[in-house]
Structure formats: C-alpha cells, structure tokens
C-alpha cells in the first residue's frame, strides 16, 4: 500500500544530486524560479509540482521545485523567503538529503526587486542595483527612495 | 531625515543659533574650501542661500546647472559626482530624481548634502523651517497644520517626518488626490487628515502652505483638477490663535494672497532669510568638523 508521502514524492521523481525546494507557497513555484534565475533556456533539469496537497501550510496547498545538479548558495535561499518565508531547501547527493534549511529573510536585498516608484534613481539608467531593506511587517523600504511595497511584492522582481 | 536623530536636528539648531550674528557680517571659518553646487532642477532660494552660506564662511563655489553640464552629453550622475568630489571639498545635489542624493553619497568622496531629490526630500529645507518655528513660535507641544500639495511636495514629506521627532500635533490639510503618501503618514504618532483649512485654522500654532508643483504632475488633467482648489486670504485669519505664524517655502504663486504679507502672522521672508545660518552650520559642521 502507498502511504501519503510516498504518493507525494511519486508526483516529481527523485533527484540524486541538486536542491530541492519544498513548502513553496501555492501559486509561487514559478516566481522562485524567476529569483533563481532559472528560464526557459536554462540548460538544468527542473521539477515543478504546483497545488500538492500540504499539511503545513495554509490553504493545504504548496508548490515544489526540484532542480537537478545545482546545490543553492544561501544568498540565493534567503532571497526566496521574500515569496515563501515557510520554504524549506534541501540539498541533495546521491540520493540523500545532506542538508536541510529553512529560508531567513535578510536585512537588505539588493537587486531582487524593482522599486515601483518609476522616477526612482534605482530606475534609471545609472550604474546601481535596486536596494530594499526589509521592514518587521514583511514589507520593503527601497533605500532610495523609501517607497514601500507592502503587497503583492512577486509582482516587482527583477 | 530619517538617517537624523533629535539630537543631531537640535545640534544643527543650536549651531545654527551661533551662526545668526554671522549671517550678515560673515566670518573666516571655510576660509579655501569649495563647495560645488549641483542643480539639475531650478532652485532659486536653496542654490543662492548655500552659495551665500559658503562666502559668508569664507569658501567659495562651484556652480553647475543642466544646461552647460556633461549630463547632455549622456554622462550618468555617478560620473559627475566622482569628478565634483575631486574638484571640491562638498556637493549641494538638487535631481529631478527620489533617491538620487542618497546614491550621489554612495559614489562620492566628499560629504553629499541633499538640496531636493525629485518629490523625495529636501532636508536642509526642513532644518530651516524647524529653525524657523525655533525662533518664531515653539517647537515643544506644538500644533501645525500642513496645507497644500502634500503628495508631491518633498518639503512637507521632511518636515513631518522632523516634527515627528518633537512629539508635535499634525494636522494635514490637503485637496483630494493630494494626500500624503501613507507610508508617511502611518509613521506619525499625532496627525489628522482634512480638506478644509477652516475646520482647523484656528487651533495651530504654525500654518506650514506650500504650492502645487505643477512640474511634479505626470498627467496634465490632474494638475488642472486641483490648480487653484485653496488660497489663504486675509479673511480667512479671522480668530486664529494671537501667536500664529504662516510660513511656506516659497515660490508662491497664488496660494497666499499678497495681502497676507502685510499681517504679523506672515514669517516666510523671515523663513528664507533663515536658511543662511542654518546653511551656515551645516557647511561648518561637515567641513570643519565641528563635534
């Protein structure tokens, strides 16, 4: 008989080396993809499930994206939080989980969001990278111009 | 004037104070020092009464505008920073764009000062006005009204921020569409929100008008819609508090009749003339060290 989690793990294969990334807030797999910067051009093998049933997270739906033969640097874990603050990454070799991390927001992101004020210095053709910091409430301050995004903040990444 | 403590405005203030006996007869502090002022905006009060400031203290200037610069050549502002910091001792910035003068600090050798980013800030504006309310009213246990353009204009955004600091009661008055921005708003302790300066004329201390800045507008339509929608006349002073001052930062153009001036309320030529010595105590702060 198939337990639950097995039936979870036969939606997406198994990977033997790369990152997996679970407990993505429903609806958000392809947003981590875009943080990752991972196209459609890109040359790793990528999983995505999207709506798995979750008991862990609210609505009791999560996305999941598997990445093969890519371990995540944490810089790149942390900048996820920004969209699925509950994701956990787990590195995987040989078919083992060698590491799991849950995500922590940093203090400052740089070049992860696009301030939405258009006549933001950050928006203009010099030389710098868009800087937030990160306020208590989950929300970004750009460090420009101090607009802040307090919603919906998927739909400013770069 | 986030990045600003109460202690470090009431410092400037201070400083400020010892400067007003130099404001007019000068003094040899900056004596060699350069400062370049850097307007990609027009100012008229904010260029002239820094290039005042600084030969009052002894230095001298740089002046650039839009029109004669690199920038029309394509050069970025990074690049015209680097290049004023090797030139002078300290940068006045004025831009068109929020957030510029904070980037200008990052690339910069020199201390950047912030003459007006965009609808952002103008914090040397705020210092004066705050100096201002010193010296003409009070800032402890105040009641200010803000009346105007409150979305697009960078002196009312500094100066509530400034107000703050003091535990002053805010009350903002401004046509619809006009409005603070919230993110500001919801960082004041004490504020309340009307369209009608009659409602609460008469219980400030302090009538802090500004203009519509029409150049601010990205949409003709909306500009026209609230073009002239208040103006403070004589009239309208009728029962106010003994001890109120009006003050604006000026340019005017039609949002304070000319008859005001003539009452004993009207401080705001006294507010411009105070930018001296308050610009005067930054520049000998920054260059000189002053601790």
């Known amino acids: 008989m198939i337990q639950d989690k097995d039936k979870e793990e036969l939606r997406v294969r198994s990977i033997r080396n790369g990152s997996v990334i679970d407990h993505i807030t429903a ?3 392809l947003n981590v993809l875009r943080i990752l910067g991972i196209s459609g051009i890109t040359a790793a093998i990528v999983s995505v499930a999207m709506n798995v049933p979750s008991k862990k997270l609210a609505f009791g739906r999560k996305d999941i994206v598997k990445i093969e033969d890519r371990e995540l640097v944490p810089a790149e874990v942390d900048k996820i939080a920004l969209i699925a603050p509950e994701a956990t990454i787990n590195i995987i070799r040989d078919f083992e989980v060698t590491q799991k991390k849950s995500v922590i927001l940093p203090d400052l992101i740089t070049n992860v969001v696009r ?3 258009l006549n933001c210095i950050s928006n203009s053709p010099e030389p710098i990278y868009s800087k937030f910091k990160v306020l208590d409430s989950f929300a970004l301050r750009c460090d420009y111009c101090e607009t802040i995004i307090d919603n919906d903040i998927a739909t400013y990444l770069i | 004037m986030r990045d600003l403590t109460r202690d470090d405005v009431d410092f400037v203030l201070d400083y400020a104070e010892k400067m007003m006996p130099c404001a007019k007869a000068g003094a040899q502090l900056l004596q060699g020092r350069i400062l370049a002022l850097l307007f990609f905006e027009p100012s008229t009060r904010t260029q002239l009464s820094f290039d005042t400031a600084m030969k009052r203290l002894g230095g001298s200037t740089l002046n650039l505008t839009t029109g004669e610069s690199s920038v029309l050549k394509g050069e970025t502002l990074s690049d015209t920073i680097r290049v004023a910091g090797e030139y002078a001792d300290a940068i006045v910035l004025r831009h068109p764009r929020e957030g510029a003068a904070r980037m200008a600090s990052e690339v910069s050798s ?8 965009g609808a952002g800030h103008h914090p040397t504006q705020t210092l004066l006005d705050l100096f201002t309310i010193r010296k003409e009213s009070h800032l402890h246990d105040l009641d200010i009204a803000l009346l105007g353009d409150l979305k697009y204009g960078r002196t009312a955004h500094s100066l509530v921020y400034a107000l703050n600091m003091y535990d002053a009661n805010i009350t903002l008055v401004a046509p619809e569409g006009l409005q603070m921005p919230k993110h500001i708003v919801s960082t004041l302790n ?3 929100l009307s369209e009608d300066i009659d409602e609460v004329i008469r219980d400030v ?3 802090y008008v500004t203009r519509i800045q029409k150049e601010r507008f990205p949409d003709p339509n909306e500009y026209l819609r609230v073009a002239k929608s208040y103006r403070l006349a004589v009239p309208v002073l009728e029962g106010v508090r003994d001890n109120l001052i009006i003050m604006h930062p000026l340019p005017r153009v039609d949002e304070i009749a000319q008859e005001v001036d003539q009452t004993k309320y009207a401080k705001y030529f006294k507010q411009a003339f105070y930018g001296i010595p308050v610009r005067m105590a ?9 601790t």
């Open chain 1, 27 to 29: 609806g958000n797999a």
């Open chain 2, 282 to 290: 930054l520049l000998a702060i920054l260059l000189n060290g002053v």
């Open chain 1, 115 to 117: 301030c939405p004020n």
């Open chain 2, 190 to 192: 004490s504020v309340r």
């Open chain 2, 110 to 117: 020199v201390p950047v000062i912030n003459g007006g980013d």
């Open chain 2, 205 to 207: 201390d302090v009538l």
